[in-house]
């Protein structure tokens, strides 16, 4: 299977930059499998699609203010027209599990940071490479600090996606994570979840559908492009997740499982095949890689936001959807001007 089989056409205006001043006011669009069709429908009109008795899946994981920009240690910044000396941006995807001051991270520009070098950080944070992967790919090592995850959020900013055209801003610390974010770790929000507010989430509970959180902490997995024209060669980067006890119990007596995003998907399906038959409490890494021809055996609906093209989020909605109804309804997304990606609207699998 080609990766040039999962493209689509999108105007660069669809792709939304901004926040809705209500999270639950976006558009969905609901793909039915079973009659091979589609219909536009609002977030709000959620509840209606689920019954007494599912389980709603969340991925409850918070994202870190995990991009920093900083300067070589020993290289004066000079900016011109054609050149900036010393300066380095930093995207932290993961702790190293047995160093916590060391951490996976994505760096610019990847060709000038060598093992040993030392970056400066603002507030007195500093870093040094110590090792070197491929495509910006470093391990740094951060000098200690009483609290390293309050400075991180003093001095770091928000991780928004390449396709939102902006810095940060304040709104973004608070509307670029869920209302449930609780266990910190993410690169990048589980962007489905956005859309929901409190009182969304007590209407679905007050109609006996159960909310169950787990965690997939967002990184480089979820994000990193397919650069084989096989899909089938493509390897996901790991990322790390949690099943507790109590959500597998949960997830166990669950009847329809209504993932929410497609790192809730990975997660249920690593999980599931993790322990066999049912669910059981656990936590590691997965790098699952889902596509058209994979067999789901724990989730039966998804709610998601709209993917890029050529993506494995896009591969893992073909695969539940169906290649061409998913590229079909996509196309009717852009005719009707939905609104794409991270801060845009979302699509109802059932």
């Given at each position: ?5 999962f493209d689509?056409d ?21 793909i ?20 007494r008795?599912?389980?709603?899946v ?17 290289v ?10 010393g ?33 400066q ?21 951060f ?11 003093r ?11 902006r ?25 489905a ?40 060669r ?36 690593h ?6 038959a ?27 936001n ?45």
């Amino acid at each position: 299977m080609l990766v040039s089989d999962f493209d689509y056409d999108l105007p660069e205006e669809l792709i939304e930059q901004t926040t809705l001043a209500d999270r639950a006011a976006s558009r969905m669009l609901v793909i039915d499998r079973a009659a091979g069709t589609w219909y536009d429908r609002a977030f709000t009109d959620l509840p209606d699609y689920l019954e007494r008795g599912d389980t709603l899946v969340l991925n409850n994981t918070k994202v870190l203010s995990a991009r920093l920009f900083g300067r070589r240690a020993g290289v004066h910044a000079t900016t011109s027209k054609s050149d900036i000396t010393g300066l380095v941006e930093v995207l932290l995807l993961k702790r190293v599990s047995d160093e916590p001051n060391r951490w996976e991270a994505l760096a610019r520009p990847g060709r000038k940071l060598r093992v040993g070098e030392e970056i400066q950080f603002p507030g007195g944070l500093e870093g040094t490479i110590v090792d070197r992967g491929e495509r910006g790919l470093r391990v740094i090592e951060f000098a200690p600090v009483p609290d390293f995850d309050a400075m991180l959020s003093r001095v770091g900013h928000m991780p928004l996606p390449p396709y939102i055209k902006r810095s940060d801003e304040v709104a973004d610390h608070e509307r670029y994570q869920t209302v449930f974010a609780s266990r910190a770790g993410a690169a990048a929000a589980p962007t489905a979840g956005l859309h929901f507010t409190p009182e969304v989430l007590e209407r679905i509970k007050s109609q006996g559908v159960r909310p169950v959180e787990i965690t997939l902490h967002v990184g480089r997995g979820t994000f990193q492009p397919v650069e084989v024209e096989e899909i089938e060669r493509h390897k996901m980067h790991s990322e790390q997740y949690e099943i507790s006890a109590e959500a597998a119990s949960a997830l166990n007596e669950a009847g329809r499982l209504v993932a929410v995003g497609t790192t809730a998907v990975r997660t249920l399906e690593h999980g599931i095949r993790e322990a066999g038959a049912s669910f059981k409490a656990g936590a590691g890494e997965t790098s699952i890689f889902i596509y058209p021809g994979f067999e789901f055996r724990a989730v039966d609906a998804l709610l998601t936001n709209f993917h890029l093209p050529r993506s494995t989020l896009i591969m893992l909605v073909a695969a539940l959807a169906g290649r061409e109804l998913t590229l079909a309804a996509y196309e009717h997304a852009v005719r009707e001007r939905y609104r794409f990606y991270s801060y845009g609207d979302c699509m109802l699998i059932v």
